[in-house]
């Protein structure tokens, strides 16, 4: 009996035993081991790990055996592009021009449309060789006493010695004022511009301050705005009120561009124009520009012509 009960004495303190030596073991999960491999290649600050440094240079070399960015050369241009840049025609008008095989390219016919030259190319035209320029916006406030017009075989002055010195590249009026007219006259280069604002569709939108030789009633004010009969045809002005109150002095707004209209509307009612002012232009005004004087236009106000219908 003693015997029996000393051995289940002794299994039962073996058992516990083991059991003591089992649950004093640490755990050696995955998550532990985690940590102390991270804890054991942890660096100083300011070092870089190991783990890290082999990103880096795997990221490096992927890059170099990668595809090899996109290069964009702006110096090509589209060749309907170029002969619009160069005053010859609009873009649309371009295209027609190189379909019909008169458009060459360092001696070859271009029929393609889409193509692009190169720097140093020679572009011809009709067996012409042509250059494109820079787009130029030239504004100036026309003095009395100038014709609109490039030259004058009467020797006359013209608008171009207002403007000779802004610009190396040749630009042209936009329009016309006649010579006893003052007020925005705009110079450019730029064809499609140029064609846009004279086009009755896009109806460019202008000022005039008018004088004058006699008063006019508000009769008479409403006619030039209801319209009037001219031989050319029916034409009205959009607005047409006095100047500080003044019925001598006229503030006129339209879109037309017929020759000469703002007189010829005043001349209808039986009075006679004494002086005529263009005070605005589409968008652009004279606000700081002295008679006489010129300035180019803005980034902002190129990009407000364009945009603007």
């Known amino acids: 009996m003693n015997t029996k009960k000393g051995r289940v004495r002794r299994d039962k303190s073996e058992n516990s035993e083991k059991k003591f030596k089992k649950n004093s073991t640490p755990k050696t999960n995955s998550k532990s081991n985690f940590t102390s491999n991270t804890n054991s290649t942890n660096p100083k600050p300011g070092e870089v790990s190991a783990r890290d440094k082999r990103k880096y240079i795997d990221f490096k070399e992927k890059v170099k055996k990668g595809d090899p960015l996109p290069s964009f050369n702006d110096e090509e241009i589209r060749l309907n592009k170029y002969l619009s840049n160069a005053g010859i025609c609009s873009r649309r008008e371009a295209d027609v021009l190189i379909q019909t095989g008169v458009v060459s390219v360092n001696g070859n016919i271009i029929l393609e449309l889409g193509y692009k030259i190169k720097p140093g190319d020679i572009v011809q035209y009709d067996g012409e060789t042509i250059n494109a320029e820079s787009k130029r916006y030239v504004l100036l406030n026309k003095p009395k006493g100038f014709i609109t017009t490039m030259d004058d075989p009467m020797g006359r002055k013209t ?124 968008s652009l005004t004279k606000k700081d520009l002295p008679r006489g004087y010129f300035r180019h236009l803005s980034e902002k106000e190129i990009a407000f012509l364009k945009m603007s219908k």
């Open 159 to 282: 608008v171009m010695s207002l403007v000779k010195k802004a610009c190396k590249e040749r630009v042209y009026p936009i329009g016309r004022l006649d010579r006893d007219t003052t007020g925005l006259l705009l110079f450019t280069n730029d064809g499609d511009m140029a064609k846009k604002l004279t086009h009755p569709r896009y109806q460019a939108k202008k000022i005039y301050h008018a004088e004058v030789d006699k008063p006019l009633s508000r009769e008479e004010l409403e006619k030039l705005k209801k319209g009037l009969d001219l031989e050319d045809g029916r034409t009205r002005f959009d607005e047409a009120e006095y100047v500080n109150g003044n019925p001598r002095e006229i503030g006129v707004e339209l879109h037309s561009g017929k020759n000469r209209i703002v007189r010829r509307m005043f001349e209808a009612l039986g009075c006679n124009v004494v002086k005529l002012d263009r005070v605005q232009f589409a």
